[in-house]
């Protein structure tokens, strides 16, 4: 019984030691790019400037966000935003609808709220608009 305990001593203490060191490891990041497909679930603000209800550019979303609403349909960051940190990100991933240049190669949210396969998905979000209109 002893022996056991010994062994589970040594173990616990090699175990906390690698989780104290874990703060001190500085690496690159795990991936060179990161793009994102999903719907509001994951959308960083690329239906800010759409003509739809499905916008989360007011309070109260984002209110725990440092830039304040930014189009997440969260109060802070969402899963895509964590893997990025998770993955080495520096930045989160920018969307789609404002991502320009050098950024398109690091990685793209395509995220869109009421996005879906069929064409009648999110059909009643959207604000009517004349049909000569392309």
Avoid: H
């Amino acid at each position: 019984m002893a022996r056991g305990c010994n062994v589970w001593c040594i173990v616990s203490t090699v175990l906390l030691l690698f989780l104290n060191l874990k703060p001190l490891i500085c690496g690159e990041s795990q991936v060179p790019c990161y793009f994102i497909f999903g719907d509001s679930l994951v959308d960083n603000g690329n239906n800010n400037d759409l003509l739809t209800q499905a916008r989360a550019n007011f309070p109260p979303y984002g209110i725990d966000f440092p830039d304040g609403p930014t189009g997440r349909f969260t109060n802070c960051r969402n899963m895509a935003d964590i893997l990025a940190e998770l993955l080495g990100f520096n930045d989160y991933i920018p969307p789609f609808a404002t991502a320009r240049g050098q950024d398109i190669l690091k990685g793209v949210n395509y995220g869109s709220g009421s996005v879906g396969i069929r064409d009648e998905t999110g059909q009643q979000l959207v604000f009517p608009r004349p049909y000569n209109i392309p």
